[in-house]
């Protein structure tokens, strides 16, 4: 079972940048899809980017498309999440997430989860 370990979370400015980062533990992280979920205030857990397992194929919320840029490192077992021109509807404790097989790049949920990074987008 995969574990993951989020970090690079914080306060930033609106318009800022912010890059999270996941490391995970398992040797055969190049066989996960990953994934960006998050969780804002009295909100449910939604969708915010799936990445495919050779990184070739990319997937965006349309909240974010354009702003935000997934991508990964298999040689270093991590999944990154580049955060640009933020907003405050973007304050949320962001959660990393992993699955073999998916149905859908647009997956609404993940079998792995890591135990998420607080960003917090002051106005």
């Known amino acids: 079972q995969v574990q993951l370990v989020e970090s690079g979370g914080g306060l930033v400015q609106a318009g800022g940048s912010l890059r999270l980062s996941c490391a995970a533990s398992d040797r055969t992280f190049s066989m996960y899809y990953m994934s960006w979920f998050r969780q804002g205030p009295g909100k449910e857990r939604e969708f915010v980017a799936r990445i495919n397992r050779n990184g070739a194929n990319t997937a965006y919320a349309d909240s974010v498309k354009g702003r935000f840029t997934i991508s990964r490192d298999n040689a270093k077992n991590s999944v990154y999440l580049e955060m640009n021109s933020v907003k405050a509807e973007d304050t949320a404790v962001y959660y990393c997430?992993?699955?073999?097989?998916?149905?859908?790049?647009?997956?609404?949920?993940?079998?792995?989860w890591g135990q998420g990074t607080q960003v917090t987008v002051s106005s």
């Open positions: 997430g992993a699955d073999r097989y998916i149905v859908s790049m647009m997956a609404r949920t993940a079998d792995y």
